[in-house]
């Protein structure tokens, strides 16, 4: 794999670079989840890095929930877990919620009379 370098952004570290190709190929749909990832060893030769550098990609695709390891077996693609609503989205949501409740009681003081 060739890189070229671009001398107006800092470098790039290795497991970035076999990160960002991993997600690339995942956007592009060559793995799909449950599919079997490549070997530790193979990633570690296409990119021409470390075995651990291959490690590191794989447990911060482990952390944001895209990969799972089976022992002795290999890494697995896994379901991304759904995206927690902003902190903007939960607050509209509870103003909508209070809003119904006032509506509630408005209409329940005003039969209740």
């Given at each position: 794999m060739t890189t070229t370098t671009d001398p107006t952004k800092p470098p790039v570290q290795p497991y970035r670079r076999v990160l960002d190709d991993l997600l690339n190929r995942i956007s592009a749909g060559e793995f799909v989840v449950g599919d079997r990832l490549p070997s530790?060893?193979?990633l570690a030769e296409q990119h021409n890095v470390a075995p651990m550098t291959v490690r590191n990609a794989l447990a911060e695709l482990q952390k944001q929930g895209r990969a799972a390891p089976t022992h002795g077996v290999g890494w697995f693609l896994t379901e991304p877990p759904e995206k927690e609503p902003?902190?903007?989205e939960r607050v509209t949501a509870l103003e909508a919620e209070v809003a119904e409740l006032r509506a509630r009681l408005d209409h329940d003081s005003t039969v209740s009379q």
């Open positions: 530790t060893r193979e902003s902190l903007h």
